[in-house]
């Protein structure tokens, strides 16, 4: 007896379609909350606060510990060439265009982003989502707009401090141990980093991991089956499918901006 079974794999497509649809339909629903959002912004206040603290420490450390790397690695490398004083720029540009956005987002998936699809989905299993739907309070505009737009913003302040953290660890190592001359330090990365073409490219990265991140991590909490197996394979969705998407989208937005 063959294994194959075509409505198998019909199910199975139209489950996938179905899947597509509901993201794209709660996509747009959360895109259309901003200026209700901006109204009662004093929610998303206390979720940017919410999500900055849950994040920021393990940000911190890791862009100073990566500083540290890239300032060895860099050095050693760039000595082969006598290039040596041209270490910050190496450090700065290997921040602010790629590590830091790509990393912090990362991070969020797996620090914010659990945690709120946890959130959420332990809501929709002790049943407060469906009491706010019967007494005629749209859960999407009080429940998921506040955290979508919270995520969106508190992402490329995290990538900020992930770069400037990288950084102070790329001088720590280069400048205070190994002895580059600072003002060349400085100097290179004041000259040889532009602010719209570097600075902006990463700019533009971390705000579109910060969309995928968090509705990603929002999709998955409230599509969750309400059990707590369901909560827990929802939050490992989420640092599944946002891992992956940022790092396909860093592909394809690095491709379009040095196309560009």
């Known amino acids: 007896m063959s294994w194959y079974k075509p409505a198998d794999l019909g199910f199975g497509v139209r489950r996938q379609l179905a899947g597509l649809g509901y993201g794209a339909r709660l996509f747009g ?22 999500l900055g603290n849950y994040s920021l420490a393990i940000i911190a450390v890791s862009g100073l510990f990566v500083g540290f790397v890239f300032g060895l690695q860099g050095y050693y490398t760039l000595q082969r060439y006598g290039s040596s004083e041209a270490l910050g720029l190496l450090v700065t540009l290997s921040l602010v265009r790629e590590l830091g956005p790509v990393v912090t987002a990362l991070l969020f998936a797996g620090r ?41 913003i508190t992402i490329p302040l995290l990538a900020a401090v992930f770069s400037a953290m990288g950084i102070i660890g790329g001088w720590v190592v280069g400048v205070l141990m190994i002895g580059v001359d600072a ?49 827990a394979s929802a939050t490992t969705r989420t640092v599944v499918v946002a891992s992956l998407a940022v790092l396909g989208l860093d592909f394809i937005l690095t491709a379009m901006m040095f196309t560009i």
């Open 112 to 152: 914010a982003g659990t945690s709120l699809t946890a959130e959420i989905g332990l809501m929709k299993a002790g049943e407060q989502i469906s009491v706010m739907e019967m007494m005629a309070v749209d859960p999407v505009q009080r429940i998921l707009a506040p955290r979508f737009w919270a995520g969106v």
């Open 183 to 231: 003002g060349s330090f400085w100097s290179q990365i004041q000259g040889g980093v532009d602010v719209w073409k570097d600075v902006g490219n990463g700019v533009i990265k971390s705000i579109v991991f910060g969309f995928t991140v968090t509705f990603v991590a929002l999709l998955q909490g409230y599509g969750a089956q309400p059990t707590p197996e369901g909560v």
């Open 29 to 50: 629903r959360l895109l259309a909350t901003l200026l209700p959002a901006l109204r009662r912004f004093a929610l998303v206040r206390d979720q940017i606060h919410f």
